[in-house]
């Protein structure tokens, strides 16, 4: 990374730069950290012992001596699982542990019956979180136990992914479509009752947005990431950073109409939303109208993979209404990659025609040398984002 491409802090130099600096190994010392932040070495040098005594960075070893004493090297602390990360579906999360690297220590996926309510649910997967942090410290449930803030090893925080829209400020769910009992939960609240480190949360799309942008391409500027599972939503990054919008609904495409005859009737009480049309959820439903006898998005994908004749029509109809949506959005915000993960990334004649659509509705500028991908961090893209989203707030408070 040069100085030319290097992140966008509001701040230049600003303890997040410096620290993504040393984690992306563009700086490995003080005098890397001064040159690329053009920060004077006084200045840096007091701005890295803040870091350091806030367990953010370490010394480590000797650097390359250029004549002289040799440098001590900086180093992001990795290994520690100091962050806790809950990347919340319709039937399943993803819990993990994270270091301050955003590198996943440990991870287990659990069944979740999103029915049974957000206490429940919620009071199950922050006990996970504990279990897997390694030991009961701060993150026990009930917040019975002494929080150890400032020892090494401690939990930071936890960051959560919550499938439907979050306000951005409050943490609280607002109209989610397949959360019963979940409509203005403030799942923040609830959490901060039970834990005594920062709980921030997101909708699961803005977490692979930002999971999938930090591991993939943290030299562009500019992203979109559909996230295409049971439901449909996408994250944006704009100018390196996760865009939320007024309110946090910025890049939530579900309810966008798309063209489709007849139009099917939407959880939001309109017809013809995309989610209504190209989500895993109304694949199963069109195919069940069908006849087909499909039990869920597994269902589906096999039936595809197996080159059902139906379900594979389903799956072209799907990826043009994405690819649709997905033009507009092309040509109105210009990003340098389009990126789509989530399990229906997978299927191929969905990606085909959102591709060829998105080809033949954009700009020849827009797509002269747009980036059309699979989103390539896998299962626990979520959760990395969502460590991230921790990681930053730390780094932001420090
Ligand atoms: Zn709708």
Known sequence: MTIDDAPRDALRGGPRELLRWVATG??????????????????????????????????TGAGRSRGGRRPRQ?????????????????????VGALDLSGRVVQART????????PEAVLGTLLAEVATLVGGDRSASPGGAAAAEGSAAGALRGIGIGIPGPVQHATGRIVSPSRMPGWNGFDVAAFCAGRVDVPVIVDNDANLMALGAHR?????????????????????????GR????AQGSAGDISHCRVVADPAPPCTCGNAGCLEAVASGAALVTALRGQGVPVSDLTGVIRLIDDGDRQATALARQAGRAVGEILAVVVNFFNPQVVAIGGRLADCEPLLASMRATLYERCLPLATQTLLIERV???????????????????????
């Open 26 to 59: 563009a700086a490995v010392s003080r005098a890397d950290l001064s040159r690329l932040s053009g920060l004077s070495p006084s200045t840096v040098s007091q701005r890295v012992e803040a870091l350091i005594s806030q367990g953010l960075l370490e010394e």
């Open 74 to 94: 900086l180093a992001v602390p990795t290994g520690g699982a100091v962050v806790g990360a809950i990347d919340l579906g319709a039937h399943h999360a993803r």
């Open 110 to 117: 659990l069944p979740v019956r999103i029915e049974d309510g």
């Open 215 to 239: 591991t993939a391409h943290p030299e562009l500027d500019h992203a979109v990431y559909i996230k295409a599972g049971t439901g449909i939503g996408s994250g944006v990054i704009s100018s």
């Open 242 to 245: 996760l865009h939320r919008g």
């Open 376 to 398: 390539a961090a896998g299962q626990d893209v979520g959760i990395t984002g969502a460590a991230h989203l921790v990681i930053d707030h730390v780094v932001a408070a420090a």
